[in-house]
């Protein structure tokens, strides 16, 4: 199948120059890239990745209580009727 039509895209600068250096690192071009993820999208009728919304990115002093919880550093007590008092127990 030929290629025959083209795409214009409009894009922030910063997050072109990051990615190209990434597909660059990757043997890719941005037109490869692309035509990838079409094939991708028409073979599983969706977007080929999890979109993340940075809303759903931890805040670092909440990675840092992750990490203290799962290495058995911190314990935890509640129920908490607060944030507040969360917080409290947390020292932070």
Same mark, same amino acid.
């Given at each position: /199948?030929?290629? #025959? $039509? $083209? &795409? #214009? *895209? %409009?894009? #922030?600068? !910063?997050?072109?120059?990051?990615?190209? %250096?990434? *597909? !660059?690192? /990757?043997? *890719?071009?941005?037109?490869?890239?692309?035509n990838l993820m079409l094939?991708? &999208?028409? &073979?599983? %009728?969706? =977007? @080929?990745?999890?979109?993340?919304?940075?809303?759903?990115? @931890?805040? @670092?002093?909440? =990675?840092?209580?992750?990490?203290?919880?799962?290495?058995?550093?911190?314990? =935890? $007590?509640? @129920?908490?009727?607060?944030?507040?008092? =969360? %917080?409290?127990s947390l020292d932070i």
């Open positions: /199948m030929g290629k #025959n $039509t $083209t &795409i #214009n *895209l %409009r894009v #922030n600068a !910063d997050i072109k120059e990051q990615a190209g %250096r990434i *597909l !660059d690192a /990757m043997g *890719l071009t941005f037109s490869e890239a692309f094939h991708q &999208i028409k &073979i599983q %009728r969706c =977007l @080929p990745f999890e979109v993340i919304s940075y809303s759903h990115i @931890p805040r @670092p002093e909440t =990675l840092t209580f992750i990490e203290r919880a799962e290495s058995g550093k911190e314990e =935890l $007590t509640g @129920p908490f009727s607060s944030k507040g008092e =969360l %917080r409290k």
